[in-house]
């Protein structure tokens, strides 16, 4: 099976249209597959996996910190890997934070805790409410 009838959208080479090249034009009518985003060795999308570089300016205690967690405690592979576990960690508990808060700023709102009153009401047969 020849790669450029796979992957790329342009005719079948001439040198393909000999007997032992015949499925090649099999290939040719099916949709190409866009290799872009794809890692050069193992086939992997590496969309979320593409890096940005960027410098910031850390406390010396912070980056021995990272270091620490990278070498001694093993909480990651490398050093950008605790950075973006910690980011990510960060992220996810302000999410919650938020989101707690606005349930609690909901559950303060008279037109909110009437919307509620009246969906539980709606519901409040066993069959289609669950227990």
Known sequence: ?????????????????????????????????????????????????????RTYNLNESTVRRVRELAGEYRVSETQDGVVEKAVERLYQEERARQEAEAWTSAAEDPEFMAEMAALAHDFEDHDSWPA
């Open 1 to 53: 099976m020849r790669f450029t009838a796979l992957c790329s959208t342009d005719s079948v080479p001439p040198e393909t249209t000999s007997p032992q090249y015949a499925d090649a034009a099999i290939w040719q009518e099916r949709p190409s597959r866009d290799v872009r985003f794809l890692h050069v060795k193992s086939g992997s999308r590496t969309l979320d996996r593409v890096k940005i570089k």
